[in-house]
């Protein structure tokens, strides 16, 4: 009897102490609110300790206190435009800490270039940040852009066609950079767009972005850096990418989605493609597609990415893999060749 009145307090004890009663931090993310200052925020009741360093990996050790204690779930830091800075949050009842940054890099002639990291993964990890980036294209970046780029990733995979690199190479040099050619064509018919052919483009996506997906996540697999991948809008192309990416570490659905339509407020269409003169590019067929389109008033702001019922373009692939390989994880195995082994590989490289 003894024993058991024993217990009991014990129970009861834990169950008051600091850590037991200790909240987890949740909804973190970081603003950039002007060129040198960003907002970290979060939610949770219990103090914080707020770190930052210029490493992904930084341990708390490695970082520097900012704010200590922090009680209001906002801490607002001076961060000179080039740096992008990482936060650590560590609660002080618990110790947890959660890692979190910026969830888009700021460029001056940029779009759409952002990191998937901090995701929700496989075994109640999250996606490590600094470690993959998706993109749209590069072509009109400033230097101060490039210098930037080339500070943050070693590899970059180009999703676009043949006739879009030729018009519209990147200026990101002084990376390892991988593309295979195929024609605009594939995916479109170089007519206006409508939800019926997008429709289309998508359900193409798992079998013509199979080859690109296997140097996509060959190059994840050699970790010998931070990877980017991209295409034109860096939402179309890219977004099936970052969904096979994402569904490998064992993301959602729903947050995989989330991600995807994020594209709609991180575009900017002018900087993903030069002027091109209908008259002028009349005999080029794709350059005359992307002069026209540019004509297009709507084609200066980002279009939601879904139909006329409001649902995800993106769901046309996913249907696609679904209908024909069963799941993502068979259209990996067969198509990619990212079996069981190699999906254990990346969790243990890309989550934490």
Known sequence: MRRIAGI????????TSPVALAEAITASHVERTSPGRVVVAWTGKDPVDVYVSDRPDASLA?????????????????????VRPY????NTLSGETVHVAERLVPLEQGSNFRDVGGYPAAGGKHVRWGKIYRSGGTPMLTEADVRRVQGLVTEMVDL?????RSLAPTRVEGVNYSAIGYSMTRISSLTPTTTSTMGSSYRNFPAMLAPHLKIVFARLLANQGAVVYNCSAGQDRTGFA????????????????????????????????PRFDAAAQAANPVAAFFANYQKDPAAAAPSPLFDANRRAFLEVALDEVETKWGSVDRYLAREVGIGPVELARLRAIYLQ
């Open 242 to 273: 970052t969904a096979m990416v994402l569904s490998a570490l064992g993301v959602s659905h729903d947050v995989i989605l989330k991600d995807y339509h994020l594209s709609t407020t991180y575009r900017r269409p002018a900087y993903e493609m």
């Open 62 to 82: 490695q970082a520097a206190k900012v704010s200590a204690a922090d009680r209001d779930g906002r801490h607002e830091a001076d961060v000179p435009p080039a």
């Open 87 to 90: 936060f650590i949050l560590r």
């Open 160 to 164: 676009r066609s043949t006739e879009e």
């Open 8 to 15: 009991a307090v014990f129970t009861a004890l834990l169950a």
